[in-house]
């Protein structure tokens, strides 16, 4: 196992910035007066490409963000229904922006992680998942994506 210098050597050049935390609540309307609670305010959401989750964003007071993602499909074998059913509404990943996803794929494998879930189709998002097995019990994302793009 690497020190704690050799960790942020291996991926500070990758990392770009923390972009946000992650929740799986069953009902975004639901999850609302939560967010309101915290002073967070509307930043964008909407479905998902393939029609199966939505997902909105709130910027905090300050420089943090919260994401909210509920299923649309009740498939069992969807991720986040599987997830509400094994684990209850809850956090479900923290996500980093990358400069270049292969990148930090290969320095996470490199360093003993495993990485899964590996998602190029879109052209303005791609993605990459260190399995919560090897990241401490936390879904970790890696994203990359343009400055605009949410």
């Given at each position: ?70 299923p ?34 290969a ?44």
């Amino acid at each position: 196992m690497t020190d704690r210098n050799e960790t942020v050597d291996a991926l500070g050049s990758v990392i770009e910035r923390f972009d946000h935390v992650s929740m799986a609540v069953n009902d975004i309307e639901a999850a609302a007066p939560l967010i309101t609670l915290l002073g967070g305010t509307y930043f964008d959401g909407g479905t998902n490409p393939w029609g199966d989750f939505r997902w909105a964003q709130y910027d905090l007071p300050g420089t943090g963000r919260l994401e909210l993602i509920a299923p649309l499909n009740p498939d069992p074998d969807h991720f986040i229904q599987r997830f509400l059913v094994e684990r209850g509404e809850g956090l479900h990943h923290l996500t980093f922006k990358v400069f270049d996803i292969e990148q930090a794929v290969a320095r996470a494998t490199e360093m003993g992680f495993t990485v899964t879930g590996f998602d190029d189709r879109l052209p303005d998002w791609k993605e990459a998942f260190i399995h919560p097995k090897s990241a401490h019990g936390v879904l970790i994302q890696f994203a990359e994506f343009p400055a605009k793009a949410p």
